[in-house]
């Protein structure tokens, strides 16, 4: 079976990092595909796994039409109206979030929260928006990108989440008959999230009480919801301490005789200035006397939020906990109390905090799930402090009380939670309680491992699908397929008439862009006319999710047409100064600045200061990158004078700038293609590079330019001459990609042919 694993961000799939290493050793093939696109961050990902069933896969980001700004708002109002309802009555801070956001969205100064509403009232709201929902189309890139990735079942992590984009993954995969399956990420996620867009066939939870929630909340059948437990912390119930009580607290500079207080930071989101609490949290601790007068106090901070000048930290080292890593720094007037933060990747140090913590404080966070794992009390207080509202505004700040089946004692003020601290030192209480709730909330099927657990559940319910759907015939497929899954309805166009000053890049697109001096030449009845080869090749060569080269942009109709209609991410160089301007405008019209990144470099064979001369008008697109040094000089220039400019080869600025590795390039140079390529034989080596699209002006060095790349793995697949668009020459590269030696030989190869084609 294949399992195509669509995360939101790296942080999801370290929590199902157990889950993926479980499949894959169940025999089972994982593609992993991340909607927050980072190239390192995959490659690091790919030799971690280092697992032949195993690959990463670029997630496209869907199309850049009218649709998907429709679709944006409409979700987020949707979340906005989901903290209408009476399940929140008390969660203020929740209500204010999506106010907040939904007031981005519409470039408002401020949007009210939210107006309560009676159940019955917020489930109309809530059946409106369904229909809206239905209406929004399926994005056809997800349709495609789906389709070549050819999964048996479609995961999605955390599947909630503000203005999801995973809704348009799962509308497409259901569309597709594919089974779609929602994993939830963290134990907040079904009450702080906003709402669930589109329903999954599945979601598995962590426990009964998030089964209720789905129900509750967001009105998902409670058969279709399975209790797995959570697989986050399995490494964590691995742990014991390794390092004796003395030796942990002595590069701490604390007594390890004194009782020791462990305080657990929450997110900016649940306290927005919790120093500030802290510090009189501290004082009344001092003026209680008896141990707590004398404990010491350790702080760890939340591992997103900065505290305080930690730039002043020292590192603390174990020699038990090699791995492990800890930065002290003290900025409270309190000598027995400090920060201390530590590796995340390695919480074998923070074992060690919660192992010899005496008792545990903290407001909101689930660091505190963790302190009940190491067996802990947790102890918290309510905070009257605007400093600190997102604890008792939110619903899950309730989850883990004792009054409601938790096992965190609740203080209504610092009086009685000093009571409660004092009680804890002067005898432990009972671990039981502590126990039965991290089985019941954690690990429901008993004390086990959760990922491998829950990787034969997803392979189960994967070949129990599978049979359901072989018995199935095609015409079948497709009625269940739309039984699920309403299209949107007829006639969903909402791009408004194109303005005279635009020119659409294709009748039907929702792209446009300037009508410059530049565009003159390929205006046909407010149309961008686009060569026709190129277009052919956007559409076949470049996958949704694909990082393309644009060199040669000019004012990027190329590289907005692939981000737009092609779901790319696109690096495009220009270095006349008038088209990249425009090119930087049309990119901006369009709302493409976070999928395509502009750089004004020439580039070349090799760098320096060159002249850069241009064909007709100066800093328009029609311009070569001469070889001759840059000098200064008083002599008349020509009518169009040359532009100095600082040239630079394509490796090094692949290198230097930590550029996305490309997947394709179009190389739209025509006077000096071969100095860029003798510049680039490294980027050209590179193993996921699938597709060249160069344009040239002549014949003849179209079949140069596919000579010269035959060493690298490619081979011509058309020559198409398109008059004024010059001779295009597609490659595709058939063998395997080169090794060192042959990459250097590749660059000595373009190196020959730039000399011999100079001028």
């Given at each position: ?225 399975v209790v797995a437990g959570a697989p986050r912390f399995d490494g964590f119930f691995e742990l014991e301490s390794r390092v004796p009580r003395t030796d942990f607290f002595r590069p701490l500079g604390l007594d390890p005789a004194r009782p020791t207080l462990l305080y657990l930071c929450s997110s900016r989101f649940i306290a927005e200035d919790e120093p500030t609490f802290i510090r ?480």
């Amino acid at each position: 079976m294949t399992f195509l694993l669509v995360c939101k961000q790296k942080k999801n799939i370290d929590t199902f990092e157990g889950v993926v290493a479980a499949l894959l050793s169940l025999g089972q093939r994982v593609i992993l595909t991340v909607q927050e696109p980072d190239a390192a961050r995959d490659q690091r990902l790919a030799a971690q796994f280092d697992h032949p069933g195993f690959s990463v896969v670029p997630c496209p980001d869907g199309s850049h039409d009218d649709w998907r700004q429709a679709a944006a708002l409409l979700r987020t109002a949707r979340d906005w109206t989901q903290y209408a309802g009476p399940a929140y009555r008390d969660a203020a801070k929740l209500a204010a979030r999506t106010a907040a956001r939904l007031a981005r969205e519409l470039s408002a100064e401020h949007v009210p929260t939210v107006t309560p509403l009676s159940n019955a009232a917020a489930a109309r709201v809530g059946a409106a928006f369904a229909q809206f929902e239905r209406a929004v189309p399926r994005d056809p890139l997800y349709d495609e990108f789906l389709s070549a990735q050819a999964p048996d079942v479609v995961l999605v992590t955390p599947g909630l989440h503000f203005g999801s984009g995973q809704a348009d993954v799962v509308k497409s995969a259901q569309a597709l008959g594919l089974p779609t399956w929602m994993l939830l990420f963290s134990w907040d996620n079904l009450s702080t999230k906003g709402a669930l867009h589109v329903q999954p066939d599945l979601m598995f939870v962590w426990n009964e009480r998030q089964r209720r929630e789905a129900a509750e909340l967001h009105g998902f059948p409670a058969d279709r919801v399975v209790v797995a437990g959570a697989p986050r912390f399995d490494g964590f119930f691995e742990l014991e301490s390794r390092v004796p009580r003395t030796d942990f607290f002595r590069p701490l500079g604390l007594d390890p005789a004194r009782p020791t207080l462990l305080y657990l930071c929450s997110s900016r989101f649940i306290a927005e200035d919790e120093p500030t609490f802290i510090r009189s949290w501290l004082a009344a601790l001092r003026r209680a006397g008896g141990p707590l007068a004398a404990s010491n106090v350790i702080i760890r901070p939340h591992p997103d939020v900065p505290f305080g000048a930690e730039a002043e930290r020292e590192a603390v080292h174990w020699a038990a906990l090699p791995q492990a890593t800890g930065w002290t720094h003290r900025p409270f007037d309190d000598p027995l109390a400090l920060v201390l933060r530590t590796t995340y990747r390695t919480p074998e140090a923070f074992f060690e905090c919660l192992h010899q913590a005496s008792a545990v404080v903290a407001l909101n966070t689930s660091a505190e799930l963790e302190a009940g794992i190491a067996g802990r009390p947790v102890f918290t207080v309510l905070a009257h402090d605007q400093a600190a509202d997102g604890q008792a505004q939110t619903l899950h700040f309730n989850y883990l009380l004792r009054e409601h089946g938790g096992f965190v004692s609740y203080a209504a003020d610092l009086s009685e939670h000093l009571h409660q601290l004092q009680a804890a030192l002067s005898e432990s209480p009972s671990a039981g309680a502590i126990e039965r709730f991290v089985r019941d909330f954690l690990r429901p099927h008993g004390d086990q491992p959760v990922a491998p657990l829950l990787a034969r559940m997803l392979v189960e319910r994967a070949q129990a699908a599978a049979r359901g759907v072989a018995a199935l015939g095609t015409a079948d497929r497709v009625t269940a397929a739309a039984d699920r899954v309403l299209e949107p309805v007829a006639g969903g166009e909402l791009a408004p008439a194109v303005p005279a000053r635009l020119l659409r890049l294709a009748p039907d697109s929702p792209a446009s862009i300037l009508a410059t001096p530049e565009t003159k030449r390929w205006r046909r009845d407010g149309v961008y006319q686009l060569a026709a080869s190129v277009r052919a090749w956007l559409e076949s060569a470049l996958r949704p999710g694909d990082t393309v080269y644009d060199i040669g942009a000019g004012v990027g109709a190329y590289a907005v047409f692939a981000a737009v209609h092609r779901g790319c991410t696109v690096v495009a160089f220009e270095p006349g100064f008038a088209s990249f301007k425009n090119l930087c405008d049309n990119l901006a019209h369009n709302q493409c600045q976070g999928r395509v990144v502009a750089l004004p470099i020439a580039l070349g064979a090799q760098p320096g200061l060159v002249e850069l001369e241009y064909a007709r008008v100066a800093g328009e697109d029609q311009h070569t990158l001469t070889q001759r040094r840059w000098r200064s000089h008083r002599e008349p220039g020509s009518d169009v004078p040359p532009q100095p400019v600082c040239a630079d080869t394509l490796d090094d600025v692949v290198a230097r700038h930590g550029l996305p590795p490309p997947a394709a390039i179009r190389l739209s140079v025509r006077r000096h293609a071969p100095h860029v390529l003798a510049g680039a034989g490294r980027t050209l080596a590179l193993p996921g590079l699938r597709s060249i699209l160069c344009c040239v002006r002549s014949a003849d060095q179209a079949e140069a330019v596919a000579k010269a790349l035959r060493p690298l793995g490619f081979s011509a697949e058309a020559f198409v001459d398109e008059g004024d668009h010059g001779i295009s020459v597609g490659l595709t590269r058939t063998g395997p990609a080169p090794g060192r030696r042959l990459r250097d030989r590749g660059s000595r190869l373009w190196d020959g042919w730039a000399r011999t084609r100079q001028g």
